[in-house]
């Protein structure tokens, strides 16, 4: 477990944007190069424009040239640890982040890899296999 990444994703989920569901998240992701960025949720009258933590973690990365992760830590104040939504399940596999630690407040951790996330995911790979199949 990664204890500074962990405290970045605690740290963040105090500026979750939550007037509607009142559940905040907080995320955080570790770059290759040792750099973290960090996300909460942000929601929208238009319940549907809602982001979660995690893209938003995910995106802040992406948007300075991040393309190489090491891993993602999400945390919310749940009695288990917290389970991403299947978009993020589908970001997390668009950069393939090997780690993945779920946690809850408390600091009950689940590790978990993307395998386990979201087995058989359609990535980069997959239209060129679909192609040739
Ligand atoms: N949410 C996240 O930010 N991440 C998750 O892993 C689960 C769900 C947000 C979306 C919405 O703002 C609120 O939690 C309730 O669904």
Known sequence: MDR???AAAV???RNAYIPY???AVGAAVRAADGRIFTG???ENAS????VCAERNAIFAAVKEGV???SALCVTADTPEPV???GACRQVMAEFRIPRIFLTNLAGKVRECGLEDLLPYSFNLESEVRNQNE
């Not at 319940?47 to 809602?50: F, Q, R, S």
């Open 11 to 13: 740290r963040a989920r």
């Open 47 to 50: 319940y549907g424009l809602t």
């Open 21 to 23: 569901s009142h559940f």
């Open 67 to 69: 393309r190489e992760f």
């Open 83 to 85: 389970s991403p939504c």
């Open 40 to 42: 909460c949720n942000i």
């Open 4 to 6: 500074e990444l962990f």
